[in-house]
Every structure is written in C-alpha cells, then in structure tokens.
C-alpha cells in the first residue's frame, strides 16, 4: 500500500525556519517526482515545488524561491522541505504529493495527510 | 501566474449531472494538455479525478469525466450521489516560460 506520512510542522516565529519531510512507503520511491503544495486555512490548493526522481529537475513556485529547498534521498525514501526566511503568508497545511510517472508532469495519484505550519510571532 | 478561474458553488439533486468550468489562458489551459482535476472533502487530503485532460485514475468511477475547449477545461460529474459533495480544484501545467503548475480556485458542489 502507497503511503506518504508528511511530518515537521509547526509554530515558528515569522523569519525562522522549518524542515518538512515526507516519508514514502509501498513504492519504488527512487523511480518517481515528488511535489509539495500547500493549502492556507480556508483556502484553495498552491503548488509549492516539484523535484525530479533523481533530483536532476528542481522547480519552485515564484512564492517561494530563493526561500524554500526541496531535496529528496532515495535511499532513505524520503521528501524534504527546507523552509527559511518565514512569513506570515506561508501558514497553510503543506502536503506532498506522488508524481504520476511515466512521463507524465502530472502528479497527485497519492497524497499524504498534510503538516501544519504556522507562522506567528 | 494568476489562478485559474472556477465558479465558486454549483449544486444538483442525486442523480443529475454538475458540470464544472475551469477558465485559464493560453498560457496553462489552452497552451497544454495537462489539466488536472482533484476532489476534497473537509479535512482530508486531495484526491486525483482526472489526469491529462481526461484520463480517470484507477478506481475513480467513470461518472467523472473530463474535457477541454480552448482555455476552458471541464469537470463533469454524472449521477450525484451524496459522497460527491466536495470542493473540487482544477489544475494545469503552466510551463512556458519555466516548470510551474497553477490551480483554480475551487467550486463546492452540493449535494441538494
């Protein structure tokens, strides 16, 4: 069974840091992308970041670049978000999500549970 | 990137069809054929309805289906049932200046 288990989050003041991770299970973690998109409280779906199988391919959303990293170790089968430079607007639930593969940009098939992260002095 | 737009609430009674636009430009929707569509219910995490414009994943029942006209794509749900009551997001690759994806801004469909 695919499983994504997203932990790291919570209360940080507003310029700290967090690091998110994304533990996979039930798949050939190393042979997909993996993505990052966040949902503020109330609010509609934003993709985040995306990373390629073999992390050749690293994208961010203007929101965040220059600010967030993603990194992947396959070997551990795990998804990381390194966040910095926090700000208010950053708040949201923070899930990571399956790419589909075989060529395809889509992505989505598995989602884990979501971290929340809070951004607040 | 602006954000896709999605009629903020539709509704039909069990059984009947709902049928929900997701309006982009020529820069995401019109420009390629990666339209997504997910389903969320309260709480929960995302789910994958269509991939690709059209292609349903496994497991998702073939009352979802979904097509594209220009830079308007659609989500059309056939025989309401009750567990379709959700928010319902759109998404497309809007890659042509770099790699990026964008959402709509979510329709709740109800259930009547």
Known sequence: EVQLVESGGGLVKPGGSLRLSCAASGFTFSSYSMNWVRQAPGKGLEWVSSISSSSSYIYYADSVKGRFTISRDNAKNSLYLQMNSLRAEDTAVYYCARGLGSGSYSFGDYWGQGTLVTVSS | ?112
């Not at chain 2, 636009?21 to 569509?37: A, I, L, P, Q, R």
């Not at chain 2, 659609?74 to 998404?91: F, H, K, M, N, R």
């Not at chain 2, 200046?97 to 964008?102: A, D, K, L, T």
């Open chain 2, 1 to 112: 990137q602006s954000a896709l737009t999605q009629p903020p609430s539709a509704s039909g009674s069990p059984g009947q069809s709902v049928t929900i636009s997701c309006t982009g430009t020529s820069s995401d929707v019109g420009g390629y054929n990666y339209v997504s569509w997910y389903q969320q219910h309260p709480g929960k995490a995302p789910k994958l309805m269509i991939y690709e414009v059209s292609k349903r994943p496994s497991g998702v029942p073939d009352r979802f289906s979904g097509s594209k006209s220009g830079n308007t794509a659609s989500l059309t749900v056939s025989g309401l049932q009750a567990e379709d009551e959700a928010d319902y997001y759109c998404s497309s690759y809007a890659g042509s200046n770099n790699f990026e994806w964008v959402f709509g801004t979510g329709t709740k469909v109800t259930v009547l």
